[in-house]
């Protein structure tokens, strides 16, 4: 099992910035790929950013291209998400998930990963 564990949201204003972090721990892998996907009331769960830990690679949502920048250590299995330029729209339960590699095609889709955090809340105000 692998356990998840969110911190750095908050309450910002428009235009403000704010740093999330993602610490997995229990049976990690060096072949590990890290997501973050962001849900509202009401709505189905986001994908926001992914990252292969082990390459580097990354992939966005259209809606936080340039603002948003995801990044990992791998040999600390911890992923974050560095979120500038935020607006009101941005505001939303961020959550963190993982997995073992995933097909690409497979990345931006919440049910592809087997592991979640709880969630932090990041308010953005107008």
């Known amino acids: 099992q692998v356990q998840l564990t969110e911190s750095g949201g908050g309450f910002v204003q428009a235009g403000g910035s704010l740093r999330l972090s993602c610490a997995a721990s229990?049976?990690?892998?060096?072949?590990?790929?890290m997501a973050w996907f962001r849900q509202i009331p009401g709505k189905d769960r986001e994908f926001v950013a992914a990252?292969?830990?082990?390459?580097?690679?990354?992939y966005y949502a259209d809606s936080v291209k340039g603002r948003f920048t995801i990044s990992g250590d791998n040999a600390r299995s911890t992923g974050y998400l560095q979120m500038n330029t935020l607006k009101p729209e941005d505001t939303a339960v961020y959550y963190c998930?993982?997995?073992?590699?995933?097909?690409?095609?497979?990345?931006?889709?919440?049910?592809?990963?087997?592991?979640w955090g709880q969630g932090t809340q990041v308010t953005v105000s107008s």
């Open positions: 229990g049976r990690t892998s060096t072949r590990f790929d």
């Open positions: 998930a993982a997995g073992g590699t995933l097909i690409t095609s497979s990345l931006r889709m919440a049910s592809a990963y087997p592991y």
């Open positions: 990252i292969r830990l082990s390459g580097g690679y990354t």
